[in-house]
């Protein structure tokens, strides 16, 4: 029997508990063994609930228990996940987690302490709930030399640029909706302002390059700034609107960034919408390959903790090896990143002085006292800013095609 213990019992959690014991005979058929939940840790009663024969509130009771073979952390946070992690894999149990903060800050020291307690350290839900990308990128595509991430990393800000686009609602209209069905937290900023994101293309750069990539060090821009006339103009170009974690190697440097962009005809991303999340690699062998499914809620974010959990026991609980060293790789500078970009100007009657400085434009059917259009060459962000630098700029969007 291959025993587990689950450290938190919220929406994963309880998740995680759900699909072990549901699907306990398609698990024993892959992972060629029972799995068990021995216990779970919280610090809450659940009266009534079948969890309570196996609920404790104190982490020793699982760290001295030698029968338990691998540790469940879906707490979220830093500490005291950090902590517990770290005391289990020392007592030789290997871990498994959701948990993309973690993962993002520490993920290069824990896999390094793993590898030292021959046990393994697994995450495939930290990134893109149930969408199985990490495992792809360590295992199945370990023969191409990628050279790209785009991603759509985060269902409630596409939820809500979906919602905005399809029924010309405000920001603040969608927010209010989306924390109603529960998309959104009541504090929604690690979300609309791109934080989440932002870890989450930190992982995967990471897993990427081999090296640890700071979540600090990526430039992020959320999408509480975008108002009904940004999406407007999105609609009538036929550029949808997506908030993108991206990966590019470029010249010898590895760029990254979370913000909005509007996508081309040919994107692969275009047509992502609502609560569902994916992720485009682009290889020198393969071409682009993309993952696509929903990236949060319990039980698709449970199944894939829980095929971490069959990973381990099929591997017999030892060490499976991930590359992402703890040496620090330092990115480019955005500043310098050149794209085309959709410019918003408070002016009008300026589109021959516009064409002059800009070459090639695409105007869009412009609202009243505002002037908007697509550039056809590419610019740095510093080189836009120049530009643009005697008009009233009201919003400037990247384009990625």
């Known amino acids: ?210 090296k640890q990539v700071d979540f600090e060090d990526i430039s992020t821009e959320g999408i509480s700034h975008i108002t009904k006339e940004d999406i407007y103009y999105s609609n009538k170009s036929g550029l949808p609107l997506k908030l993108l974690g991206l990966m590019q190697k470029k010249e010898g440097k590895v760029y990254a960034m979370v913000a909005p962009f509007m996508l081309g005809d040919e994107h692969t991303l275009k047509d992502v919408d609502g609560v569902y999340n994916a992720v485009n690699l682009h290889g020198d062998l393969l071409g682009n390959v993309m993952f696509y499914g929903k990236g949060a809620g319990s039980l698709p974010t449970a199944s894939a903790v829980v095929s971490d959990v069959v990973e381990i026991a099929k591997n017999g609980n030892k060490n499976i090896a991930i590359t992402w060293d703890t040496e620090k790789i330092s990115l480019g500078d955005m500043a310098s990143f050149n794209s085309k970009y959709f410019v918003r100007l408070k002016v009008t009657g300026k589109d021959d002085e516009l064409k002059k400085a800009f070459g090639d434009v695409q105007f869009i059917e412009p609202l009243e006292g505002e002037t908007a259009f697509v550039t056809a060459n590419e610019y740095s962000h510093e080189k836009l800013a120049e530009l643009l630098s005697t008009y009233t700029v009201l919003t400037t969007i990247r384009i990625a095609e």
């Open 1 to 210: 029997m291959f025993n587990v213990a689950i450290l938190g019992f919220g929406t994963v959690g309880s998740g995680v508990y759900k699909v072990i014991n549901d699907n306990a005979n398609v698990l024993k058929k892959f992972a060629g063994d029972d799995i068990n939940v021995k216990y779970v840790l919280d610090l809450r009663e659940f009266p009534g609930n079948p969890v309570e024969k196996v609920l404790v509130h104190d982490i020793d009771i699982i760290l001295n228990d030698d029968e338990v073979n691998c540790v469940v952390e879906v707490m979220g946070g830093i500490e005291p996940a950090n902590t517990f992690v770290r005391r289990a894999i020392t007592r030789g149990k290997s871990v498994c987690t959701s948990n993309k903060e973690l993962v993002a800050k520490y993920g290069a020291e824990i896999l390094a302490l793993a590898k030292e307690n021959n046990v393994s350290f697994l995450f495939e839900a930290s990134v893109g709930g149930g969408i199985p990308v990490i495992r792809a990128i360590n295992e199945s595509l370990t023969a191409d030399n990628f050279d790209s991430i785009a991603g759509i990393l985060n269902g409630t800000t596409n939820y809500i640029l979906t919602k905005m686009s399809k029924e010309g609602l405000s920001f603040d209209e969608v927010l209010k909706t989306a924390q109603e069905k529960g998309y959104a937290e009541r504090n929604p900023e690690a979300d609309v302002e791109g934080y989440d994101a932002c870890r989450k293309i930190a992982i995967l750069t990471s897993l990427i390059t081999g």
